[in-house]
């Protein structure tokens, strides 16, 4: 599902360097990343979704070159072959709970918004257990329930790969149980590959493979500590 290749990667503002010789992840493979915080965890999952590009490597998803695409060809290759739950989740305030699921139909015109995708949104709120919260504002959930709407979201679009950015950062440890178990559920169901990057050792049994990010060579140029 992901190879990597000879990858570099520069943050211009901070000097921040990633550089990773290979690294592969197989189609249905649960991959767990840990290491510590700066790292680059999250720069990982930005740079095999397409969000930031490598100044030299190859990052393959799918069969597919990302980082010789077009902006645009990369935005839509991203929104149909990957689901991202992001660290701060990224849900949008104004909005409820069942529009922040939507929300890639609603900011995406390649997607078709049909009366299956609206019964889809009933199915994953009622299977992560909100279904009963789909009309409320996203302010008013626990952060335990925000991050069941962020797992719904990713989950609507059918991804083939679901990259999650500590996913059980903010939950107590039995949400943190419920909420790994679900998302392990939910990958199994559709044969989902899922990278999810945490630095929390106590959940790692459930994933197939744990990639420490220690072993990356990094270097910090210039950006301070
Ligand atoms: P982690 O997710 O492992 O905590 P990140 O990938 O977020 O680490 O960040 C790795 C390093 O890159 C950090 O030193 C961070 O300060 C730096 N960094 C992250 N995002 C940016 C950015 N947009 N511009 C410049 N530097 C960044
Ligand atoms: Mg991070």
Same mark, same amino acid.
């Given at each position: 599902m992901i190879q990597l290749n000879d990858l570099q990667f520069t943050y211009a503002q901070s000097g921040f360097q990633l550089a990773i010789e290979a690294l592969e992840v197989a189609v249905g493979?649960?991959?767990?990343?840990?290491? %510590?915080?700066?790292? =680059?965890?999250?720069?990982?999952?930005? #740079?095999?979704?397409?969000?930031?590009?490598?100044?030299?490597?190859?990052?393959?998803?799918a069969g597919r070159q990302v980082e010789a695409m077009s902006d645009a060809t990369r935005r839509s290759f991203r929104v149909q072959t990957i689901g991202s739950i992001f660290q701060q989740f990224e849900l949008v305030e104004y909005l409820t709970v069942?529009? /922040?699921? #939507? #929300?890639?139909?609603? +900011? /995406?015109?390649?997607?078709?918004? *049909?009366?299956?995708?609206? !019964?889809?949104?009933?199915?994953? @709120?009622?299977?992560? =257990?909100i279904e009963d919260k789909l009309h409320r504002r996203v302010t008013r959930l626990s952060q335990g329930e925000q991050q069941r709407v962020a797992i719904c979201r990713a989950l609507l679009t059918r991804p083939h &790969?679901?990259?999650? *950015?500590? %996913?059980?950062? /903010? &939950?107590? %440890?039995? /949400?943190?149980?419920? +909420? &790994?178990? #679900?998302? $392990? *559920?939910?990958? @199994? !169901?559709? !044969?989902?590959?899922?990278?999810?990057?945490?630095?929390?050792?106590?959940?790692?049994? =459930? $994933? *197939?493979?744990? +990639?420490?990010? !220690?072993? $990356?060579? +990094?270097?910090?140029?210039?950006?301070?500590?």
């Amino acid at each position: 599902m992901i190879q990597l290749n000879d990858l570099q990667f520069t943050y211009a503002q901070s000097g921040f360097q990633l550089a990773i010789e290979a690294l592969e992840v197989a189609v249905g493979e649960k991959v767990a990343v840990v290491g %510590p915080s700066g790292s =680059g965890k999250t720069t990982l999952l930005n #740079l095999i979704s397409g969000i930031c590009v490598p100044d030299r490597g190859s990052v393959q998803v799918a069969g597919r070159q990302v980082e010789a695409m077009s902006d645009a060809t990369r935005r839509s290759f991203r929104v149909q072959t990957i689901g991202s739950i992001f660290q701060q989740f990224e849900l949008v305030e104004y909005l409820t709970v069942r529009d /922040n699921i #939507l #929300l890639p139909y609603w +900011i /995406n015109r390649s997607l078709v918004l *049909d009366h299956a995708v609206r !019964e889809r949104v009933s199915e994953l @709120a009622a299977s992560t =257990g909100i279904e009963d919260k789909l009309h409320r504002r996203v302010t008013r959930l626990s952060q335990g329930e925000q991050q069941r709407v962020a797992i719904c979201r990713a989950l609507l679009t059918r991804p083939h &790969l679901i990259l999650a *950015d500590e %996913p059980t950062g /903010n &939950l107590d %440890p039995r /949400n943190k149980k419920r +909420i &790994l178990q #679900l998302l $392990f *559920d939910q990958c @199994a !169901e559709g !044969e989902i590959t899922l990278v999810a990057v945490t630095h929390d050792v106590n959940i790692l049994d =459930g $994933f *197939d493979r744990t +990639i420490d990010f !220690e072993q $990356f060579r +990094i270097e910090e140029n210039g950006g301070g500590a």
